[in-house]
């Protein structure tokens, strides 16, 4: 068992396809191979005579015998062992082993399942199972294209047929796997190049002395988005009588939405070009759907008719939105 001991990483061949299975199989370059005490969670393959494995494969001609179709994490899986090897994937000498995955016909479209997988091969001797999983312990990826993975080299026949080792004692041996699975869902998101817009919105409003505490402008769009204008006439969140306040809202109803924007506002004097403008940025999401200043200017000067902002009882706000960038959701579905 010794000599077996340093022999428990296994060099795998290159990617192959499976013509028993129909399907592509991956090997990963390595398969580390560890010794635990606990059996297989999933699903065990005892077999009570591995002479008698070989004879039926040869009367019947095949090279592989595939367990019964059995459930782990959710999905349905078969296992394939090759007793003698899987020569069409340089497996001749070596006991070959497979996972594949069932039911294709309840999978959806465009599925894809990350899969962490171990082999199990039961020590008989010492009561234990030498377990072989990736390397790297990375996850394995099934889809439409690759529904098979598997070792062509799980084990050495010779190491296998020893008696020392365990593996194969009284004719008896056991083989097994665990499967843990998550299913790819296909769900994200995509956070998109900045567009430069340079578009501008312009707001009248009428009869600026006898609106309410808070108004909004009509609905509009900029940058294939929908915004509205917030405005405090006489001053929101603690600044009333103080100063007037003036926000940027998006009006999307999704609550997953992200927004970018890089914008200015806006109160333009009517008697001269000294408008009031501030620039600013903000993540526009479903619990921040606005942005601004509660202190855009104060009041004092707002109403003063010798400054020029209110003219004929109207105040005229804009904004300019010259950059945005959105965080949209993708689906493989």
């Given at each position: 068992m010794e000599n077996f001991q340093k022999q428990l990483s296994i060099t795998m061949g290159e990617e192959k396809s499976c013509n028993s299975i129909g399907s592509a199989v991956h090997e990963s370059d390595v398969v580390q191979a560890v010794v635990r005490k606990t059996p297989p969670a999933d699903y065990t393959l005892k077999i009570d005579s591995?002479?008698?494995?070989?004879?039926?494969?040869?009367?019947?001609?095949?090279?592989?015998?595939?367990?019964?179709?059995?459930?782990?994490?959710?999905?349905?899986?078969?296992?394939?062992?090759?007793?003698?090897?899987?020569?069409?994937?340089?497996?001749?000498?070596?006991?070959?082993?497979?996972?594949?995955?069932?039911?294709?016909?309840?999978?959806?479209?465009?599925?894809?399942?990350?899969?962490?997988?171990?082999?199990?091969?039961?020590?008989?001797?010492?009561?234990?199972?030498?377990?072989?999983?990736?390397?790297?312990?990375?996850?394995?990826?099934?889809?439409?294209?690759?529904?098979?993975?598997?070792?062509?080299?799980?084990?050495?026949?010779?190491?296998?047929?020893?008696?020392?080792?365990?593996?194969?004692?009284?004719?008896?041996?056991?083989?097994?796997?665990?499967?843990?699975?998550?299913?790819?869902?296909?769900?994200?998101?995509?956070?998109?190049?900045?567009?430069?817009?340079?578009?501008?919105?312009?707001?009248?409003?009428?009869?600026?002395?006898?609106?309410?505490?808070?108004?909004?402008?009509?609905?509009?769009?900029?940058?294939?988005?929908?915004?509205?204008?917030?405005?405090?006439?006489?001053?929101?969140?603690n600044q009333e009588g103080k100063n007037i306040s003036l926000f940027l809202a998006s009006v999307i109803e999704d609550t997953n939405f992200r927004i970018y924007a890089e914008y200015k506002l806006c109160i333009k004097n009517q008697k001269n070009d000294k408008d009031l403008e501030r620039t600013t940025n903000h993540l526009f999401t479903h619990t921040k759907k606005d942005w601004g200043w509660s202190k855009f200017h104060p009041l004092i000067d707002i109403k003063d008719p010798f400054k020029g902002f209110v003219l004929k009882d109207t105040l005229i706000v804009q904004v300019e939105i010259t950059r945005i960038s959105t965080a949209k959701d993708f689906s493989s579905k």
């Open positions: 591995f002479a008698f494995l070989l004879e039926m494969l040869e009367n019947t001609k095949a090279k592989s015998y595939s367990s019964r179709i059995f459930e782990a994490s959710g999905y349905d899986w078969k296992l394939h062992l090759y007793p003698r090897g899987d020569e069409k994937r340089n497996g001749e000498g070596y006991i070959s082993f497979y996972v594949s995955i069932q039911g294709n016909a309840t999978l959806p479209l465009g599925w894809q399942i990350n899969a962490n997988i171990k082999f199990f091969v039961y020590d008989q001797i010492r009561d234990e199972y030498l377990v072989f999983q990736d390397a790297n312990e990375e996850a394995i990826r099934f889809h439409e294209m690759k529904k098979e993975w598997g070792t062509a080299q799980l084990l050495d026949l010779k190491i296998f047929h020893d008696p020392t080792n365990g593996f194969l004692l009284h004719d008896k041996c056991a083989f097994g796997v665990e499967i843990l699975a998550k299913r790819y869902s296909g769900r994200g998101e995509c956070l998109s190049l900045p567009v430069n817009i340079f578009s501008t919105y312009t707001w009248k409003v009428v009869k600026y002395s006898k609106t309410g505490n808070v108004i909004y402008s009509d609905v509009f769009v900029m940058g294939n988005l929908k915004w509205k204008i917030m405005l405090y006439p006489n001053g929101g969140q």
